[in-house]
């Protein structure tokens, strides 16, 4: 018998699918017609002062008559080499590094307590949550007479020989020279510390218990079956899976350390030596009071761009994460 020779199929290439492109309905335009005027007053009011800044820090503008000459990194550099500056940036970075690392700890402790369905938990959630209900400048105020060296807190040390100078101490802790400062931890910045940790760490706690509150229980029970400990499942599965809450809370007591200014300005001001001044309370007075309007500019992108490393990355990264 004749064998009969099956050719074989030709492969067809794939055909990319055509994406229709919507119409826009009477819908869309009437969406658009309602957003537009917030969009365009975001991008005058938020993106275009941001770009009027920038523009002015790079001028001459340096007294109460306009400059608008050009004067390049001038104003940066004065800054950088600045001794005012230059403690700033420490007291900054020592206060965002404190004031996060606390406030995540007492977070979820606090978060883990709450979660044990202890007697009385909606009263302690309202005292921790109520102080997120004050403003920076009411908290600076309270915390002020607190930690007054003549009165406050000390009233109830010195029976015990303890006589603290909470704000007004200048001493520089681990201290070591670094440019035209003494680099380490400032002393008086801890009270700073203390009565931010007090406002802040309820939002924290709010993150936590939610977090708690989202993880079944099936998953602590398998872990006890598995002969872990309590302080093993909390280590080793309960505060990994809290991890995503952990960065947005890092991030959004980063943001708000960075830019500090109402309870700096309302409980110690710039301090003794500026041991308690940050960017933005010498931004204010640099360009409210002193009439330096490029040297202001500048100290403000300068805030800006330290608020930006921290929130562009989590932005793209969340970006990325939900697409």
Same mark, same amino acid.
């Given at each position: 018998?004749?064998?009969?020779?099956?050719?074989?199929?030709?492969?067809?290439?794939?055909?990319?699918?055509?994406?229709?492109?919507?119409?826009?309905?009477?819908?869309?335009?009437?969406?658009?017609? +309602?957003?537009?005027?917030?969009?365009?007053?975001?991008?005058?009011?938020?993106?275009?002062?941001?770009?009027?800044?920038?523009?002015?820090?790079?001028?001459?503008?340096?007294?109460?008559?306009?400059?608008?000459?050009?004067?390049?990194?001038?104003?940066?550099?004065?800054? +950088?080499?600045?001794?005012?500056?230059?403690?700033?940036?420490?007291?900054?970075?020592?206060?965002?590094?404190?004031?996060?690392?606390?406030?995540?700890?007492?977070?979820?402790?606090?978060?883990?307590?709450?979660?044990?369905?202890?007697?009385?938990?909606?009263?302690?959630?309202?005292?921790?949550?109520?102080?997120?209900?004050?403003?920076?400048?009411?908290?600076?105020?309270?915390?002020?007479?607190?930690?007054?060296?003549?009165?406050?807190?000390?009233?109830?040390?010195?029976?015990?020989?303890?006589?603290?100078?909470?704000?007004?101490?200048?001493?520089?802790?681990?201290?070591?020279?670094?440019?035209?400062?003494?680099?380490?931890?400032? $002393?008086?910045?801890?009270?700073?510390?203390?009565?931010?940790?007090?406002?802040?760490?309820?939002?924290?706690?709010?993150?936590?218990?939610?977090?708690?509150?989202?993880?079944?229980?099936? $998953?602590?029970?398998?872990?006890?079956?598995?002969?872990?400990?309590?302080?093993?499942?909390?280590?080793?599965?309960?505060?990994?899976?809290?991890?995503?809450?952990?960065?947005? $809370?890092?991030?959004?007591?980063?943001?708000?350390?960075?830019?500090?200014?109402?309870?700096?300005?309302?409980?110690?001001?710039?301090?003794?030596?500026?041991?308690?001044?940050?960017?933005?309370?010498?931004?204010?007075?640099?360009?409210?009071?002193?009439?330096?309007?490029?040297?202001?500019?500048?100290?403000?992108?300068?805030?800006?761009?330290?608020?930006?490393?921290?929130?562009?990355?989590?932005?793209?990264?969340?970006?990325?994460?939900?697409?």
């Amino acid at each position: 018998m004749e064998t009969v020779k099956i050719a074989p199929a030709k492969e067809t290439a794939a055909v990319p699918a055509v994406r229709k492109k919507r119409k826009w309905t009477a819908d869309h335009w009437l969406a658009a017609a +309602f957003l537009a005027p917030s969009v365009a007053l975001i991008f005058l009011f938020v993106y275009g002062f941001i770009g009027w800044t920038g523009y002015v820090s790079v001028s001459n503008w340096n007294s109460l008559v306009p400059d608008w000459s050009f004067a390049g990194l001038k104003n940066y550099q004065y800054l +950088f080499q600045d001794f005012r500056f230059q403690a700033d940036l420490r007291n900054t970075l020592v206060f965002t590094v404190l004031f996060i690392a606390v406030v995540i700890v007492l977070g979820q402790l606090l978060a883990i307590l709450l979660d044990q369905k202890l007697r009385g938990e909606s009263l302690f959630r309202n005292i921790f949550f109520f102080p997120m209900a004050l403003s920076f400048v009411v908290t600076g105020v309270v915390w002020q007479w607190l930690f007054n060296p003549s009165t406050g807190v000390n009233l109830f040390l010195k029976p015990f020989g303890l006589d603290s100078k909470w704000y007004t101490d200048t001493t520089i802790a681990a201290g070591f020279h670094w440019g035209k400062i003494e680099f380490g931890i400032p $002393v008086a910045m801890i009270a700073v510390v203390v009565a931010a940790v007090w406002q802040m760490t309820g939002f924290a706690v709010a993150m936590y218990l939610a977090g708690l509150r989202a993880i079944p229980d099936e $998953v602590r029970e398998a872990a006890r079956m598995d002969g872990a400990t309590e302080f093993q499942l909390y280590w080793k599965i309960i505060l990994p899976l809290l991890r995503p809450i952990t960065v947005s $809370v890092i991030i959004i007591m980063a943001h708000i350390s960075l830019k500090i200014f109402d309870l700096i300005y309302a409980m110690t001001g710039p301090g003794a030596n500026f041991v308690t001044d940050v960017p933005g309370v010498y931004m204010f007075e640099t360009t409210f009071r002193g009439n330096y309007y490029a040297n202001g500019a500048a100290i403000a992108i300068v805030m800006l761009l330290s608020v930006a490393i921290f929130i562009v990355p989590y932005l793209i990264s969340s970006r990325k994460g939900g697409s």
